[in-house]
């Protein structure tokens, strides 16, 4: 089939973000007494909003995060995008290749994202088509961030394509009636990665955009 949309999520997926997010996100839970390593904020956290995270984080540090803690994150992850930010590789040649309408739907804040399409040189890309869970009563693993990007693009669910990385994400888009690549080229990929995404109900898992392309090619 032909898609008449691309949804795709923003870290890991447009932005090869997810080392620099969850390493900034490691060092201030350890920091306020949460001793935490990279790969335990990549296997907990990564995909959601901070506002489904903080009442985990809040059990597992016993007390209150600090009021301050997610305007802390943005600011040193903004202060290091420059030197660290880019984009996951082949996203570029898959943008400027693709003819299909595309948006994001992602976890992230608009000013997250919007740091890294500058950077990228893809805001008009993607210009008018972010979507980020502040719209949504319900961030993922719900469908509700990827239902109202398709809603407001104008596109019927089963004709969107979405390419996430992240197992709530892989797991939103297969509840809203989409076809989920589970893209696996971040640098945050750890082994099993895939097979992860695939037991969430990827329906095809790609190491690269290539394999996207491929993916999609084939089912024309």
Same mark, same amino acid.
């Given at each position: 089939?032909t ?5 795709f ?55 209150? @995060? ?9 600011? %040193? @992850? ?8 880019? $984009?996951? $590789?082949?996203?570029?040649d898959f ?7 595309? @948006? ?18 893809? %805001? ?32 019927? $669910? ?26 696996t ?36």
């Open positions: 089939m898609y008449d949309l691309i949804i999520d923003y870290d890991g997926v447009v932005a090869d973000s997810e080392v620099l997010n969850s390493t900034v996100m490691a060092e201030q839970l350890t920091a306020i007494g949460l001793p935490t390593s990279l790969d335990d904020v990549l296997a907990a956290y990564t995909g959601k909003r901070w506002r489904d995270n903080r009442p985990v984080v809040e059990v597992a540090l016993g007390r209150a @995060c600090p009021d301050d803690f997610h305007t802390t994150w943005f600011a %040193t @992850c903004r202060q290091r995008a420059p030197q660290q930010l880019e $984009p996951v $590789p082949g996203l570029l943008v400027a290749a693709r003819p299909e309408p595309r @948006c994001i739907a992602s976890s992230s804040g608009p000013d997250w994202i919007g740091v890294g399409l500058d950077i990228f040189g893809l %805001t008009d890309h993607f210009d008018g088509a972010v979507f980020t869970g502040l719209v949504v009563e319900r961030g993922k693993p719900h469908p509700d961030i990827f239902l109202y990007a398709a809603h407001a693009m104008g596109v019927d $669910p089963a004709r969107v394509l979405v390419i996430e990385d992240s197992e709530a994400g892989v797991t939103a888009g297969v509840a809203a009636g989409m076809t989920v690549v589970g893209l080229a971040g640098g945050h990929v750890r082994d099993g990665h895939a097979e992860r995404l695939k037991a969430r109900g990827a329906h095809h898992i790609a190491d690269s955009y290539t394999a996207v392309s491929a993916f999609m090619d084939r089912q024309r």
